[in-house]
């Protein structure tokens, strides 16, 4: 209260205004203003948030990557690792494929890329009471058995992953403006201009359509009852977490403080 107070009261003080139309501050707008506004900022600071928001924009999209391809592909040691549809293959997770089927026929001509006991293996995997069953098979089914609370969850779940996957892209298009405005005052080093349109640009080709193919993937794979749906999505947006998580708990409290009061992109009515 006594912060709201000096705020109306103090001259040439922000606004209650002008505080409701500033947008939030992230991670990476904290390594623009560093970086790029205030002059004095040490190279050490400076580059280290640089390095920073690099290697946090590498981690998200490496592991959201391996969270969608990886969740069939996944590391196995026996075929009880693998789920229903694929097939331990020399430690990884392979998907039941048509163009096998003819390996687990006994009258078949055609010769397999395997040995003897890998083709053994990849059919009693891949064989069941109906035959053999690849892997759309069984993510066919899966889908199928899906009952109405199913379907209602993995609609919230939807909108719920929806509107962080646009916070990260608005978070996108306001570092984009940050560069503009400072641009328009000053020119900008070559290297820090590409880093930070690289590292929006990894964040809306790689991160997100990943982020968006994970959650289709991890049903088809591990199945959309309830549970499933509800904790693969909390690990999903755990991902488009990690930078917020660095600014709240990975900042010094008078870094965090500063870049709160300092940065961040103020959006007009014509932006």
Not at 102 to 125: I, L, P, V, Y
Not at 188 to 210: C, H, S, V
Not at 216 to 223: F, K, P, R
Request: charged share 20%.
């Amino acid at each position: 209260e006594s912060r709201i107070r000096n705020l109306e009261t103090t001259p040439n003080a922000p606004t209650l205004h002008h505080l409701a139309t500033r947008e939030p501050h992230s991670f990476h707008q904290t390594t623009i203003y560093y970086g790029l506004v205030r002059q004095d900022t040490p190279p050490r600071r400076k580059y280290g948030l640089l390095a920073a928001s690099i290697g946090i924009v590498f981690l998200q999209c490496f592991v959201a990557t391996g969270l969608s391809l990886g969740v069939n592909l996944s590391s196995c040691s026996e075929h009880s690792d693998c789920t229903l549809g694929t097939w331990c293959e020399q430690g990884l997770c392979e998907w039941c494929l048509t163009h096998n089927e003819h390996c687990c026929r006994a009258n078949s001509t055609k010769s397999c890329e395997w040995g003897e006991k890998e083709t053994q293996d990849m059919c009693s995997a891949c064989t069941t009471s109906k035959g053999f069953e690849t892997f759309g098979d069984f993510a066919r089914e899966r889908v199928d058995s899906m009952m109405l609370q199913d379907w209602l969850a993995l609609l919230l779940a939807s909108l719920v992953v929806a509107f962080a996957v646009f916070v990260e892209m608005r978070d996108c298009l306001l570092c984009e403006k940050s560069l503009r405005v400072i641009a328009k005052r000053r020119d900008l080093a070559r290297g820090w201009r590409f880093a930070i349109r690289g590292l929006n640009m990894a964040r809306y080709y790689i991160l997100l359509p990943n982020v968006i193919l994970s959650v289709v993937m991890l049903v088809l794979n591990d199945g959309g009852n309830v549970k499933n749906v509800c904790l693969n999505t909390v690990a999903v947006l755990f991902l488009l977490e990690v930078d917020n998580l660095a600014f709240l708990h990975g900042l010094g409290e008078r870094t965090r403080m500063e870049a709160e009061e300092h940065a961040g992109a103020r959006v007009t009515d014509d932006d």
